[in-house]
């Protein structure tokens, strides 16, 4: 089983923080990969907060190859941020080449568009780039997106942290997701580390969804070109909360009734009861099954962490004013906010959402029994 | 007794015959009770003559011959009256002394059942014990990397819907726009396929009804049974219990008078309308009631006269195209409840089957589609039509489910896959098997009548005359002389025993897939098969 933490905290830190966390969990994953999601930016990428940063490993080709696809599409290079290995390179960790997060300009007349436009541009720039540098092997592209870095790479999350140097200002960020991978089902791939990021949205798991191949099967079907990768069985779920999000409308509080529905006894109660029904009946087929935790974080910054429908993932969320952590194990809470008071941890059960905005108050538990906020 | 027999070509001999009767004299009480109950008089009361020489010891008188006679048992071998093995002689012989054995190296007879230019008819079965879906293994346990569901414990939703099934995003505008939406039943995967109530005796028929009604209201299984062509009992039509039916209007519109003159009666929407252009067992044949089972009662609810045979045509002979067809019908049906049933069309497995799929998924009315493999059917047909038309179910539902991925439409109009669920007797695999592979629900009518009713037919052309109305356990006759051995209360018991084993064998398959919260509808992960080329074909994995 994987481990997942997260932090969302009102002033940037650290993703040390959040690795060492990963560390002290370190029983519970064989560190066949880490993954780093860092958004809200604290460093120098601060000042340039709508430049879309591209996140990636590239070869020496590779960034040549990249240089004249971003310069055909007139964008300009605004600054660079190179994580150049300082140590030996770790034992299991192949030689990739440089690990590096760009921020660009972008052209004027996309300036001018809307902003969805924009980020459906964004969103395709990125797919066409995995796609090629996928025939040739040269590029690997985690993001691209305004103020969000991601870091993905195969080894021990700590020795790799390491390896990469993540303790520069250049990457404290105020919202971070980070796992160390315990490798189970499939082969050891760079895609498939987690997080899993689309146009903003963010989700990690730790365990199996069952119903991979039918969802993924439906998310391919609906013609959006950032449904794609499927390297992990638990990538559809960061793509159905987008789904959710984007092609539905609606907010964290509905993602659960999509992915776990009530039983119909359940909803018979339920204030919101015609709509649940028709939620569950036609998305049908984003039903997950199988025993997962899910952490993720929304574009303008929430966080949440939901439960399978019989909770058979551990997961807590604890913290206080300012900082709040999201974590697969409380030793992992202990050693990243020790300083909070453990008493108010909260374990979201099987009908639960737990959620810290990002002004970093409090943990709200949204239960999928309570009414729900008007779909916007 | 002819001293010399006449031996004509089509003169069979008792090993010339598939089924044989084995007749031991030292236990037979000549009680007469297997002449009196074999279906097809297959045997007779027989005089034999022995003779016996009794010669002297060192001949000191003339050897001298004596003559007896004693009663037995004497098998017919006219084909018309040849035995069928259905075994009933041996069910009521107080001694055992009686009973068919299979003998299938016998193939005379075949050439032989064709007497009078008549190509033979019969009902039942593919008599072909062959089964893809035996072959198929669920290879994706979840045992070490994740702990697995308890079959037992564990919360199941083993539910499915029948019924076109919006787009999220145009289901939730529906919503909130207060617009029409096409009616949705929840059901349980598992219908109880069409077999036509001219077909099943009234016993066999109450029995069915009552055991689904009881699974419904006392068990909150929400079992559904489709009717089949030929109507439907007057008094069920206007009961509450309509709505676990579904109903069916063939190409022989049988019953649809009363099912309409019903309407403003009923109390209760029916569950479905399935308009049936096919069936699996007789695919281009149409359905085919004959004389012998159009009794007074059946000629009145199909509104036809008695005693006449009554082939449905094979298409609706109403319209005359596709398009037509499909969308005619289908809009028609939809109005005449003010769109509040669903309604599909039945077809026989085929290699068109796509192009009738890909007319429904324009058609906002259509409510899904039922395919009938060639092992499916219950009915009278032609011996030729029911061995040797028809398409396999498994890849004709894969070539359907896949076509719907591409339209990004599956699970929207849900396809309902039917023939050779079971045939071998394993239900709950054969079915998970079908869902794996795309089916939303599955329907079975022969495993049914078999486990519910104590059907005698087999997959080695045992019994199967159904279509004569002589059926020995009652459950395709007409005749009350036969159907009275039918208690329809035991069959109602049996039915409920089947659905509930059915949904525990289901369990113990989803459950340690890691499948509880919905039906793994396309969960062909998990499917494997040792035939390559079968894994070939149905995109799943090749395991030997
Ligand atoms: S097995 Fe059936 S058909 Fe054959 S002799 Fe016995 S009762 Fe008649
Ligand atoms: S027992 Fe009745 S229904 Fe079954 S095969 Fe024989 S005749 Fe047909």
Redesign the interface.
């Given at each position: 089983m994987c481990r997942l933490f997260a932090l969302s905290s009102r002033d940037p830190v650290s993703p040390m923080r959040a690795i060492e966390a990963l560390n002290v969990m370190k029983e519970g994953h064989d560190g066949s990969g880490v993954g780093l999601f860092l958004h809200d930016l604290g460093g120098p990428f601060a000042e340039t907060k709508d430049a879309p940063i591209l996140s990636g490993i590239f070869t020496e080709d590779g960034l040549k190859r990249l240089d004249a696809f971003m310069d055909e599409r007139g964008f300009v290079t605004k600054a660079t941020l190179v994580l150049d290995p300082r140590t030996k390179t770790p034992e299991g960790t192949p030689i990739r080449g440089v690990y590096m997060a760009r921020a660009y300009e972008i052209p004027a007349d996309l300036k001018a568009a809307s902003k969805a436009e924009r980020e459906l541009t964004y969103m395709a720039i990125r797919v066409a780039l995995r796609l090629t540098g996928e025939e040739r092997d040269d590029i690997r592209v985690f993001s691209f997106w305004p103020d969000t870095i991601m870091v993905k790479e195969v080894g021990d999350p700590l020795t790799v942290a390491e390896y990469l140097g993540l303790d520069r200002p250049e990457l404290f960020a105020r919202r971070i997701l980070a796992q160390g991978r315990q490798n189970t089902n499939y082969a050891i791939n760079l895609y498939a580390c987690h997080p899993f990021f689309l146009q903003g949205v963010c989700t990690m798991t730790n365990g199996e969804n069952t119903a991979f191949i039918p969802i993924k099967e439906y998310l391919l079907s609906r013609g959006f070109a950032g449904y794609m990768g499927y390297q992990s069985d638990s990538e559809v779920f960061a793509h159905i909360m987008h789904f959710t999000l984007s092609r539905l409308g609606l907010g964290i509080e509905y993602y659960k009734h999509v992915i776990t529905p009530l039983s119909d006894t359940e909803m018979e109660g339920h204030p919101d009861r015609a709509l649940l029904g028709r939620i569950k009946q036609t998305c049908r087929k984003l039903i997950i099954d199988g025993p997962n935790c899910v952490i993720g974080c929304l574009p303008e910054g929430t966080m949440f962490m939901v439960q399978d429908r019989k909770k058979l993932r551990p997961g807590v969320v604890g913290g206080h004013d300012g900082i709040f952590a999201f974590s697969s194990e409380i030793c992992g809470l202990d050693a990243a906010i020790p300083d909070r008071d453990p008493r108010a941890d909260v374990q979201p059960m099987h009908l639960d959402t737990a959620i810290v905005r990002p002004e970093c108050q409090e943990v709200t538990l949204c239960n999928q029994l309570q009414s729900l906020p008007r779909p916007h | 007794m002819q001293s010399t027999a006449v031996i004509t070509p089509s003169t069979l001999s008792v090993v010339d015959l598939p089924w044989q009767v084995e007749w031991n004299k030292d236990t037979c009480t000549l009680c007469g009770r297997c002449t009196s109950v074999c279906p097809v008089s297959a045997i007779e009361l027989g005089v034999f003559r022995k003779r016996s020489v009794e010669a002297t010891i060192a001949l000191q008188k003339k050897p001298t011959n004596s003559y007896s006679i004693y009663y037995g048992i004497r098998q017919r071998t006219d084909p018309a009256y040849r035995c069928i093995g259905c075994g009933m002689c041996n069910m009521v012989c107080p001694n055992n002394a009686i009973a068919p054995r299979l003998r299938p190296e016998a193939t005379t007879l075949k050439f032989h059942n064709n007497r009078g230019g008549a190509a033979r008819t019969r009902g039942g079965r593919r008599n072909d014990t062959g089964s893809l879906l035996d072959q198929i293994k669920f290879i994706?346990i979840?045992m070490l990397?994740?702990?697995a569901?308890d079959a037992g414990r564990?919360?199941f939703?083993l539910r499915t819907?029948l019924g076109r099934?919006?787009?999220?995003?145009?289901?939730?505008a529906a919503?909130?726009d207060n617009a029409w939406v096409p009616a949705?039943r929840?059901i349980y995967p598992l219908m109880i396929g069409s077999m036509s109530f001219g077909a099943l005796s009234p016993n066999m028929w109450e029995g069915l009804v009552m055991g689904v009604s009881y699974l419904n209201e006392e068990l909150g299984m929400p079992v559904r049974m489709c009717t089949g062509e030929g109507g439907c009992p007057p008094r069920l039509l206007r009961s509450r219990f309509l709505k676990y039916m579904v109903l069916q209007i063939a190409s022989g519109y049988f019953g649809w008078d009363e099912i309409i003159k019903a309407l403003p009666d009923m109390k209760e929407d029916p569950c479905a309308i399935e308009i049936k252009y096919g069936q699996g067992a007789k695919p281009g044949d149409g359905g085919l009631l004959m004389w012998y089972k159009v009794n007074k009662l059946i000629a009145a609810i199909r509104g036809v006269p008695q005693g006449v045979s009554l082939p449905s045509p094979p298409t609706h002979q109403t319209q005359y195209s596709i398009e037509e067809s499909v969308a005619k019908m289908i809009q028609s049906m939809s109005m005449a409840w003010g769109f509040r049933v669903p309604v599909y069309p039945k077809i026989s497995g085929t290699t068109t089957s796509t192009a009738v799929l890909n007319n429904l998924v324009r058609n906002p009315y259509a409510a899904g589609l039922a395919i009938d493999g060639e092992d499916g059917g219950t009915g009278a047909a032609y011996n030729v039509s029911m061995n040797h038309m028809g398409h396999p179910i498994a890849t004709n539902l894969r070539d359907c489910y896949e076509n719907l991925?591409?339209?990004?439409?599956?699970?929207e109009i849900p396809l309902i896959a039917g023939g050779g669920i079971g045939k071998n007797g394993n239900l709950a695999a054969n079915a998970a098997a079908l869902i794996m592979l795309g089916a939303s629900a599955v329907q079975s009518g022969k495993y049914i009548m078999q486990a519910a009713a104590g059907c005698l037919g087999s997959e080695h052309d045992r019994c199967n005359v159904c279509n004569i109305g002589v059926c020995p356990k009652g459950i395709t006759s007409q005749d009350p002389r036969l159907y009275r051995r039918l208690d329809p209360e035991l069959v109602a018991e049996r039915l409920v025993d089947v659905f509930l084993s059915f949904d525990t064998e289901l369990r113990k398959i989803v459950a340690p897939?890691?499948?509880?919260?919905?039906l793994?509808?396309?969960?062909?992960?998990a499917l494997g098969i040792g035939d390559y080329h079968a894994a070939n074909r149905l995109k799943i994995k090749y395991v030997v």
């Open positions: - | 994706r979840s990397t994740d702990p569901l564990h919360e939703e819907l099934v919006l787009p999220p995003e145009d289901g939730l919503l909130a949705v929840e991925c591409i339209a990004g439409k599956q699970n897939l890691g499948r509880s919260t919905s793994p509808v396309g969960m062909s992960d």
